[in-house]
């Protein structure tokens, strides 16, 4: 069971095992407390010697003669030994006086608690357990499964890089270090290759450690991935912008996309050979020809359940989702990039150490597309076309953040007239007068003409 990790199915059953013991367990609790059950005999100490002695239990009749035989020879000691001032003002008794009523009730005393009366903190114990378990075997096998592919992808990693696993820290170089962000997420860093400022890997694996998630992921199923960033310089890249994505989310992504929206236009798949689950968005079709080989089509088509998506651009600004607020300080500088999205087959479920190598057919098509984008370049009427089109853009921006700016600047006036008028009410009248009055001249100094003053030296 605790080879590969606990699985969900596991847990469900060491849950099950602990709640038939807890039943049994209750059942022959039950029988605790039978020896209470059966009538007690009385106990009778005595105050002289400090003896104990029990006597059989009798029943209800002959139980209440000996209480009222014992009542009246108890009255009739105290009458006879108390004086007549004892009992001035108060009427005599005599036999046929009602008699007051003494009921006996031999109850058990509950020495012990019962298994049923704490159902809910055993059942919380038992959900800590578990969670427990799942967190440690869960995140167990994270770092089984992304140590699994860096060893798998280290020498074609070393084979095209300086500097692989550089841990981001050390004022020294070092190699080798896969950094864990958390227990589900893995960062390679590589740095050290012609053409580009360094790459970063990242291993995003299912949230095994959350018993939530595992629980969400039996409802619908989701799969790790790996997204690959390539940073270029200015130099090795040109106004180049061109995606592959699965036909689904096309349309979405186009929209959300800043860079996708303004330049990309759909084309069609099927002329380069791709399925149809595929959509291509390029700005110039040179682009598309020019990346989408036979070579790069067809390592797609036969991987195509680990291959997700690519998105070269040279326009790189996010989401527009993150720009909505922003001005023009806070706005993104364009950055040239490709970003490659890959899946780790096994949906999960099936996910093992051992298939960690499937992704290295596109790990080899990646440094292919990298070392054909830093020697592309657009032709002249394609490269005058992408400058403009970005200059169009910029210009759009700029018209943006003036109205944001425009609106912030009266926001603000706003702002300091409304305090402005707090101040004002909590003024005497003859301040307020002052007050008015220094305003006044200030406004009609801003209105009116600037004259520079001169200073002439006579003499």
Known sequence: MFGQGCTFKDLIMIAFLLFCFLHLTVGQSDDAFAEFDTDDDT?????????????????????????????????????????????????????????????????????????????????????????????????????????????????????????VGDDGVSKEVSEGHLVKESENKFVLWCTGRAGCNGMKIEIKLLRRQDLISVISQLIKPQSDTITITVSLDNDDMDSVVLALLPKKGIKRLQQEIQDLSHFAIER???????????????????????????????TISENMEIFDSFHFTDYYTGYKIYQENQTETERPKPQKSMIFNYVIPGAGKRTKSSIMYTTEPLL?????????????????????????????????????????????????????????KEKMQEMDPETQRRYEEREHKKNMRRSGPRVKQLKVKTG
């Open 43 to 163: 106990i009778i100490i005595s105050e002289d010697d400090n003896d104990i002695e029990v006597e059989p239990h009798l029943d209800k009749a002959e139980d209440a003669k000996v209480v009222e035989n014992e009542e009246d020879s108890v009255l009739a000691d105290d009458i006879e030994n108390s004086d007549d001032e004892d009992f001035e003002g108060v009427a005599p008794q005599t036999k046929d006086s009602k008699k007051q009523e003494l009921n006996i009730v031999n109850a058990p005393v509950n020495v012990r608690g019962r298994w049923d009366d704490y159902y809910l903190e055993i059942i919380g114990l038992i959900g800590v357990l578990v969670y427990a378990l799942n967190f440690y075997t869960g995140k167990s096998i994270n770092n089984r499964l992304a140590n699994a592919w860096f060893e798998h992808h280290k020498q074609i990693l070393s084979d095209n890089f300086v500097i």
């Open 364 to 420: 080899k098509m990646t440094f292919h597309l990298m070392s054909k984008m830093s020697k592309f370049r657009l032709s002249k009427d394609n490269k005058m076309k992408a400058e403009k089109h970005r200059i169009q853009v910029e210009e759009e921006y700029l018209k943006q953040t003036h109205a944001q700016r425009q609106e912030a600047a009266q926001a603000r006036r706003d702002e300091r007239k409304r305090l402005e």
């Open 268 to 298: 069609k798949a099927e002329k380069f050979g791709l399925s149809s689950q595929i959509g291509v968005l390029a700005e110039f079709g040179e682009v598309a020809n020019e990346f989408l080989s036979a070579p790069v089509c067809k």
